[in-house]
């Protein structure tokens, strides 16, 4: 069981390594993006994954972070280190009421609300433009004043520091929900939310939970994005955000925790990689989503257990009753 | 009040052209379960389509119609059987993540082949303005909404009154029971899938001769429908309907009596309060099933 476990710690300690190693900024811009699209993509996973429930929603929680962050450090100049957190928690707030209206509906119905909800939120940012500068977005988000002193490099290596907080952060909480009564009792919620019921588990108890806890990691993604890039506009609640986060958690694996990192890796690499193809980049980049679900259907993670429980391995999701001794394994 | 009316039918035509672009989505989420967001990249290929037909190939408007309908039908053919066909069975993820994909590669594609420019399809009709007492629509525009209403009652028929529609229909009760008794589920797939994307290309076109057909409008069109079966019910054909008049008259009258800027909120607002206090559309029969 602990594989998974281990894993992650090897692969953050790994990354912990690679800015002392790498001097290039653009590997290390590129180290920024994949641990930002993991902490998404990790979150996206909490309701995905274990709730079982399809939100294409989730750039609702990004954006809101993203404009919190950016209003708060423009128009009452709070430092860096104040916003993030302030954009995760409005975040989850949104994510209470959201998840308040949406999560009694299930299938078809839940993508398309939590869909509409993105869409709603979007058109806010593009028509309030008191409060979010419309379509022209927030530019000049400050950056902390040491760093202007820094140099460029310093300051890649400083938001990689950051960004790698933030992901070892999400994976904390998502190991700690994941390994906890509350999330097993999602995952049999996630199973057969009729048999979950019968048991005594209120099936939105638990699928709040995952939700705020997803919307808050979201939410700080987005404060973080806004300083990073200085920069928002509407496009944070663009469907093609939502299209990568989805794309990454299901081709990493949804329902495991290394899945989405692995997915992050992937997606981003393969984007930058793609650039050498000019105008055909997104084309092939269909062609290869088409291509992984079609042949890859329980993403990388999901063939890698595959292969283990057939050799008799145990899943690593297996939903034996173990209440009480697994709690302070974390 | 005069500007009632001519709200209320300017509402009454866009409305016609949602329920058509939507009649596709819903035939495709209510039979096969397919979330499908490739469903406006279709729509985008048959008016990218018709406009090479009229312009390009020089046919008139309907014999392009007529070539767009057979080229998208078979295209929509193959896709359910070496795409579709795959992921059949396996829940909503994989046919989300797959017509996202689709709709990717289909948009790209043909940013590729034909740029961004908007492209015009020949109009049958001339744009000239048709003035009805207070009210004012063009016969382009009239012609339209006549043709939208005869594709819908086609689509109405061929799923009332013939042998495949029968098959359709009790494959949406129950696949299970359908295969048992002798329909061949797989076939009847993929004919609703063809269907869904003739449908769907040919309101392109036909909206491509209104306005223009643009690459980029694919995502647009797929939300629009969305909003449209949502609010009628999945799989509702009357629903559909109601929803795309419904979706055009509201935003219509907001549009003209309070703002126009937020008029796209609209359909959302009430997406999201039909799904609060009638959870599976306003027209839906279906209930939850355990």
Redesign the interface.
Known sequence: MNIEKRILFGMMALAAVVPLVVQDQYVLHIAIMVFFFAVLASSLNLV?GYVGE?S?GHTAFLGTGAYTAAILSTQFGWPLWATIPAAGVLAALVGVVIGG??L??Q???F???T???A??MR??AD?WIGLTNGPMGIAGVPQPAFLKEAGNLAAKQFYYGIAWVLLALTLYLSYRFVNSNAGRAAVAVRENR?VAQSIGIRPLTYTMLALVLGALLSGMAGGFYAHYISFVGPEVYR?AFM?SM??MV?IGG?GTLVGPLIGALLVTFLEEYLREAK?????I??????A???FL?RGLMGFVTQRREKSGLAAPTSTTPNPTSSRRTA | MELFLQYLANGLVTGTFYALSALGLTLILGLMRVVNFAHGELYMLGGVMGWWATTRLGLDFFSGLVLVAVVMGAFGWLVDRFLIERIRDQGEEPGILLTIGLSIFLANTALLVVGTAPLKVEAPLSAAPLILGPVVVTKLRIFAVALSAVLIVAAWLVIQKTRLGRAMRATFQDPMAARLVGVRTANVYAATFAMGTVIASLAGMLLGSIYSAQVAIGGLVSIKAFVVVILGGMGSFAGAIAGGLLLGVVEALWGGYVATGWVDIIGFAMVILTLLCRPYGLFSKRAERA
């Open positions: 995905v399809f294409l209206l949406t009694r509906l299938g078809p119905f993508v398309i609300v869909l509409s909800f869409e709603v058109l806010i028509n009729y469907f299209a989805i794309i299901l949804k105008e055909l980049r997104l084309s980049f269909g062609l290869a989503v088409i992984i679900v079609l259907p």
